[in-house]
């Protein structure tokens, strides 16, 4: 399905692109996403493409096989509560990707390894209760990092990004949403 649409949309977006030259110069055509980017920047009528959540590399791209990046992009939530061995809960973090309500939706814990969600409450608005080993090592106050679905869950709810390179801060950057604004 992907092949025949990327051909139709190949044509159709050539055939546009000479339309509107017939009428005006174009300075630039952009095409693409991140699940297209190989394919887009061999098309003609395309002067730059974009990809968009891939920069990040959230969760999403890891079931993606024509792309490949590693985790760019993450945000922290603060242990707040912890209710039993092998469960830590969180404080908020109901960041779920928009589409269907499944599982691939949920940000995904990273850090620590080996936390998950309960089968009964994943990630939500108040609390965010999670199991494993790994919450035995964790404090009141420490912080679960996760990864998110896809870049809307951050940019549109958080103002900045902190840009880290190793172990050193190098600078805050607004979101590429509403340059610093936040909607949600």
């Known amino acids: ?8 949309l190949a044509r159709r977006r050539a055939a546009i692109v000479r339309a509107v030259r017939n009428l005006t110069d174009l300075e630039f055509v952009n095409g693409g ?5 190989e394919k887009t920047v061999a098309e003609r009528a395309v002067t730059e493409v974009a990809a968009g959540s891939g920069l990040y590399h959230p969760h999403l791209f890891d ?26 809960t969180c ?3 109901g960041y779920l990707a928009s589409g269907p309500g499944d599982a691939i939706r949920l940000p995904a814990p990273y850090l620590p390894t080996g936390l998950s969600y309960d089968a009964n409450e994943g990630a939500g608005e108040v609390q965010t209760p999670l199991l494993g080993g790994a919450a035995d090592g964790l404090a009141i106050g420490d912080r679960v990092w ?20 190793g172990d050193r801060f190098v ?14």
């Open 1 to 8: 399905m992907q092949q025949r649409s990327r051909l139709e």
């Open 33 to 37: 996403g991140t699940g297209s980017v």
């Open 63 to 88: 079931q993606y096989s024509n792309f490949t990046g590693r985790p760019a992009a993450l945000f922290a939530l603060p242990v707040v509560r912890r209710p039993g061995p092998g469960v830590a």
């Open 91 to 93: 404080l908020g973090g």
């Open 146 to 165: 996760f990864r998110h679905t896809k870049a809307g869950e951050l940019c549109e709810r958080f103002d900045a990004v902190h840009l880290i390179d």
């Open 171 to 184: 600078r805050t950057v607004p979101t590429y949403r509403g340059e610093g604004r936040t909607f949600l």
